[in-house]
């Protein structure tokens, strides 16, 4: 009996180790394939390197263009989220504590936004957002993200702030606190965690999105990581290694993001699908 | 006159005693303070969302019935006409038709990987929380440095799909994976699995920890063995996650552009092309921006009519009370 119930635990772990190789592997040839010449790839493509060779790491690490993509990236992502997590935490809070006529019609109106994929807007948005002069400005991308951030951060914060007593907003309008000072001062501290969780979707959505920035920056200055790696594997599409040690220290900022952000992260995400 | 507008507690708070009834003109004047403060917080996000989410679609449906180059007046109004060639065009009705194989190949493929990993991993584990992590990072990268990866993996000759492919004597896939038409859409696959199967893992290992244990351990009493368990229990409680993670793979492959953009750019000879990579190759690289709009307009259509449909007849008897709501966050 116990013999048997080691056998299938052992089974089980084969067969996690197996999924976990395919998820594994791709990553791990990338890390390692980095540290070699391109030469060495070629002829020993699974071996460890014979030689560890960081010059491509510290050559891309050295290059004020990376830096500067991650920095675009970084600054894109903050404002995607500062806008988006305002806005949408202001008018969350009227549709989760006020009664007033077209509510549900609003919060509905929000709530479609929640079925219409990125890409279905993006060429008239790129018209709109010429007419507006907004191309080669970070706003074009901003602004645009955090409209699209819009429907699932509401609806998560929506949630979370009927879950606030009414009797803390009664005792506080008694101490004769205002729906403002309410909201600043006491609603949105307490809905920290809900914040937070919010704020971690819309810095992973804006770290990673591609199609906006690709179309609304003409200039290299404006580049943001996705754009510039794929930009990279185009100039240096024969140098092998030098393009895996791009990808790999393009992956850092967001796998360190998601280590230290993981639970948020998660939380999120499942709430955010089975709400929506 | 009722105010349109009342705060949870605004009863309570008035300075008039509740007594008298206040007048008219004040109960106006106050109605309209509400609105305006209320307005005050709703009018940014609404902005917003107007301009930037529903306003491109206006112009969409709008640009979709000229004839338009993209620069210059928009003067040769056509009616119909982009959405008569759009049907009447092969590539575009293969979009349609390779749209529909991903589809299938996730419901068939990556959804019940994911949900058996789910399943190994809902169960006390040495290693559970590394797995977990370790099979969810994929899903953080962005699809463009998954697809930049990849390619260098399926490089022909020198990456490492070749090589192994050589090693395990399957050299008949050597230097196809993303070059052959009928090679190319399974390989984009895999890579899609590799990056999203985690995510739905996650989805599933929510929904089954919401199940309560009673519930099977009662099952196991009256002598279901482990696969009637699972049949039979712990699959129509978790319908209601799995309903979603079908939408969502349905979305995500009506809407996949970054990763084949990045891998084929819709080729060899269109047979990976999806709608988004249509539009994007007739708007920004063949200047037909009016055909391109209808096919934004279809892609709207298409997600709309789904997801209305979706909501309507497949979770709508999820939409309260469902186990996996309570237990999600």
Known sequence: MKARSRVRGLSLHAVLWLIGAFVVVPLGYAVISGFKSTGELTANPFGLPGHWKAGNYTGILGDAVFWRQIANSAGIAIGTTCCTVAVSAMAAFVLARYAFRGRELFYTLFTIGLMFPFAVAVLPLFLLLRTFGLLDNPLGVILPQAAFGLPMTIVILRGFFRTIPAELEEAAVMDGCGKFRFFWRILLPMARPALGTVSVLAVVASWNNFFLPLLVFNDPRWQTIPVGVQQFQGQYSTDYAFVFAYVVLAMVPALAFYAVAERQLIGGLTAGATKG | ?329
């Not at chain 2, 005050?40 to 107007?50: D, I, M």
């Not at chain 2, 008569?84 to 991903?102: I, K, Q, W």
């Not at chain 2, 789910?118 to 169960?123: E, H, K, V």
């Not at chain 2, 590799?194 to 199940?211: C, E, N, P, R, V």
């Open chain 2, 1 to 329: 006159m009722p105010s349109p507008v009342s705060t949870l507690t605004e009863e309570r708070t008035q300075d008039t005693p509740p007594a008298r009834p206040p007048a008219p003109a004040r109960s106006f004047l106050r109605g309209v303070r509400s609105w305006a403060s209320v307005a005050w917080f709703l009018v940014p996000a609404l902005v917003l969302f107007l301009v930037f989410v529903l306003a491109p679609i206006a112009v969409a449906v709008h640009t979709g019935f000229f004839k338009w180059g993209g620069a210059g007046p928009m003067e040769d109004f056509v009616g119909f006409e982009n959405y008569a060639r759009l049907f009447g065009d092969e590539v575009f009705l293969g979009d349609l038709e390779r749209g529909l194989y991903l589809i299938a190949l996730s419901l068939t493929v990556q959804l019940p990987l994911a949900l058996f990993t789910a399943a190994l991993l809902n169960r006390r584990l040495r290693g559970r929380a590394v797995y977990r992590m370790l099979f969810f990072a994929p899903y953080v990268l962005s699809e463009v440095v998954t697809a930049v990866l990849f390619t260098m993996i399926l490089l022909p000759g020198d990456g490492m799909a070749d090589q192994l492919a050589g090693r395990l004597g399957l050299e008949g896939l050597q230097g196809r994976w993303l070059a052959d038409p009928s090679t190319v859409l399974p390989t984009l696959f895999v890579v899609m699995t590799w990056k999203y199967f985690g995510f739905h893992m996650m989805l599933f290992l929510a929904g089954l920890q919401s199940i309560p244990g009673e519930v099977l351990e009662a099952a196991a009493i009256d002598g279901a063995n482990a696969w009637q368990r699972f049949r039979s229990v712990t699959l129509p409680l978790l319908g209601p996650t799995i309903r979603i993670s079908v939408f969502l793979s349905v979305i995500g492959a009506i809407q996949l552009f970054d990763l084949v953009w990045v891998m084929t750019a819709g080729g060899p000879n269109h047979s990976s092309e999806t709608m988004a990579i249509s539009m994007f190759q007739f708007g920004f690289k063949r200047y037909q921006v009016g055909y391109a709009s209808a096919i934004s307009v279809v892609l709207f259509m298409i997600s709309l009519v789904f997801s209305l449909f979706y909501q309507r007849y497949v979770l709508r008897r999820d939409l309260s009370g469902a186990v996996t709501t309570g237990g999600a966050r």
